[in-house]
């Protein structure tokens, strides 16, 4: 399944590096969108986010995926995600990412995500349904919405992440798919840090008005094809 994929970043001030990174791999029967979110509170956690990207590439390209279902795709996901936190873990002690991935298959969709990468889907009058939790103490009751949270500041303690200093722990959710969706793939610095309007914007332009004076603001818009 060959999306037509439009990824968007660009750097805040919080620090000196973009912290984003994004990866896709699209195979014959399945495909794979990333997004990646590095903390800035905690050194080499730029560097963790495109490791980790790569790692779930380059091992998914090596999985038999024509004979497994939905269920078990998801299950081969997982363990690739625990062996990368076992290698990852000595190059980088400290630092930290929220992940997001977004599979495609023939006949089905599912996401995998630790943190506040948040998945979403666009509607055709532009609004933005957002789909995933956000793994941080403003929710930690699970039932605010995106702009709830977003006015919290205890958004950017995080219950979840990848990380060497606490075990893995993702979120799994099925999705039922329809022919020409739009996934939105995003970063929390796009979905909670930018008005509706700013969103719109930067999902046409990939630029802002005016620059983003703190995180990196990233989105990762996927429209699949027509299901033949």
């Not at 603001?217 to 094809?225: Q, R």
């Amino acid at each position: 399944m060959r999306a037509s994929l439009q990824w968007h970043s660009q750097a805040g001030t919080f620090t000196t590096d973009n912290r984003d990174a994004f990866a896709h791999v699209e195979l014959a029967n399945a495909s794979l969108y990333l997004v990646a979110d590095g903390s800035s509170s905690h050194p080499l956690s730029g560097e963790l986010a495109n490791a980790l990207l790569a790692r779930l590439v380059s091992d998914f390209t090596r999985v038999q995926t024509e004979e497994m279902s939905a269920e078990q795709t998801a299950e081969a996901l997982l363990h690739i995600i625990a062996s990368s936190q076992q290698v990852l873990r000595d190059d980088y002690p400290r630092a930290a990412c929220s992940y997001l991935v977004l599979c495609l298959l023939t006949d089905a969709a599912f996401s995998i995500h630790e943190g506040d990468c948040c998945l979403g889907l666009i509607g055709q009058t532009a609004s933005i349904n957002w789909l995933s939790s956000v793994h941080c103490a403003a929710n930690w009751q699970g039932n605010l919405t995106h702009a709830e949270i977003a006015q919290d500041t205890s958004r950017h303690r995080l219950t979840r992440c990848f990380s060497a200093r606490r075990a893995s722990n993702p979120e799994i959710k099925h999705w039922p798919i329809a022919q020409n969706q739009r996934w939105l793939l995003a970063s929390d610095g796009f979905w909670a840090c930018l008005s509706h309007q700013e969103q719109l914007t930067f999902l046409r332009t990939g630029n802002l008005l005016a620059p983003p004076t703190d995180d990196d603001i990233s989105c990762l818009s996927v429209l699949t094809p027509p299901i033949s």
